[in-house]
């Protein structure tokens, strides 16, 4: 077991530039992205840490599966049917692969990311995943 036990809100983040070096496309502001890796499967197909970002809007076409938990601040994430929901401190999300989100920062937003580069959950049928999650919940 890895353990982070840490004030994420203190650690030091490193610039990574605007949303465009995750292939986004900012639509208002100029939003830049900060971050930090905790984690790496060393052949980069996983990875989590902590990641930051300024106020601004963005459509990204997401590049990998992302689980995020906001920190602190909040965002509001637009689907491409024009669903939304608005994210603040505590809550969490999973974006597929290749699904497109808008991002609407209002203020700073602050997660926690751990992500997945390789595709295979497209093989694992619903029903299994719910029967293990059973299983291992009682």
Not at 78 to 97: A, I
Not at 106 to 113: A, G, H, N, Q, S
């Amino acid at each position: 077991m890895i353990s982070f036990k840490l004030d994420a809100d203190a650690i030091e983040l490193d610039e990574w530039g605007p949303p465009e070096e995750l292939a986004a496309v900012t639509l208002e502001g100029k939003p830049i992205m900060y971050g930090i890796k905790l984690y790496n499967s060393g052949n980069g197909q996983i990875l989590s840490g902590i990641y930051e970002v300024t106020k601004g809007k963005f459509k990204v076409i997401y590049p990998f599966h992302e689980h995020a938990t906001v920190l602190s601040g909040k965002v509001t994430l637009t689907d491409k049917e024009g669903n939304s929901v608005t994210y603040g401190p505590g809550d969490s999300w999973f974006c597929h692969q290749g699904e497109v989100v808008t991002w609407d920062v209002k203020d700073r937003l602050r997660k926690t990311f751990f992500v997945v580069t390789v595709d295979q959950f497209g093989s694992i049928p619903p029903e299994r995943i719910v029967q293990s999650v059973s299983r291992v919940v009682g």
